[in-house]
């Protein structure tokens, strides 16, 4: 099973930031890379898909990158409704593993 | 509208049987890869199993053996039948249908349901 690490657990910022986070895969999984978005109580969002395409409907301050084991999410601008968990998952082998998240906090 | 509604979570004893259904509007489920996702209270996202447009289905190795994943093209339904249940697969249970342009994967869920909480316990 491929373990993603993502890094930091959480991390302060304020609206306005620009805020970067790690997905790091456990062996290459080339660019087969999806990030969520999930709000308290909510279900979860694709907003990255094949580690660096926007899903639809997705703000372009949102942006992916990386490719192999190292995998970024930006999000420029950080608006209010930005604050909420982030799962990277890897969808390059049976069983898809997701991160354990990175929570964005209000600072 | 498209959306995934799912049905049929509860309360379970330990080793006993439970039945989700992930009702499907605005598409085809049988069209589409979809996937059961769970998340246990305050934890993160655990994929469970995935039905391919083609039929062909995978679980996770925990699950193995005890769920099935099925669906019915008549009544545009996904379903998870599990059995034998175990305190650990106490969660919130998501359906999710895979977008495409995901290269193949079926896995870029671009679609979730609201979720169906399962509480397994004495």
């Known amino acids: 099973e491929i373990q993603m690490t993502q890094s930091p657990s959480s991390l302060s910022a304020s609206v306005g930031d620009s805020v970067t986070f790690t997905c790091r895969a456990s062996?290459?999984?080339?660019?087969?890379l999806n990030w969520y978005q999930q709000k308290p109580g909510k279900a979860p969002n694709l907003l990255i898909y094949i580690a660096s395409h926007l899903q639809s409907g997705v703000p372009s301050r949102f942006s992916g990158s990386g490719s192999g084991t190292d995998f970024t999410l930006t999000i420029n601008n950080l608006q209010p409704e930005d604050f909420a968990t982030y799962y990277c998952q890897q969808t390059y082998t049976i069983p898809w593993t997701f991160g354990q998240g990175t929570k964005v906090q209000i600072k | 509208e498209v959306q995934l509604v799912e049905t049929g979570g509860g309360l379970v004893q330990p080793g006993g049987s439970l039945g989700l259904s992930c009702a499907a509007s605005?598409?085809?489920?049988?069209?589409?890869?979809m996937s059961w996702v769970r998340q246990a209270p305050g934890k993160g996202l655990e994929w469970v199993s995935v039905?391919?447009?083609?039929?062909?289905?995978n679980y996770r190795d925990s699950v193995k053996g005890r769920f099935i994943i099925s669906r019915d093209h008549s009544k545009n339904t996904l379903f998870l039948q599990m059995n034998s249940v175990r305190a650990e697969d106490t969660a919130v249970y998501y359906c999710?249908?895979?977008?495409?342009?995901?290269?193949?994967?079926?896995?870029?869920?671009?679609?979730w349901g609201q979720g169906t909480q399962v509480s397994v316990s004495s």
């Open positions: 062996q290459s999984i080339g660019i087969y």
């Open positions: 039905i391919y447009a083609g039929a062909t289905t």
């Open positions: 999710a249908r895979a977008s495409r342009g995901c290269m193949g994967s079926g896995g870029c869920l671009g679609l």
């Open positions: 605005g598409f085809t489920v049988s069209a589409y890869d």
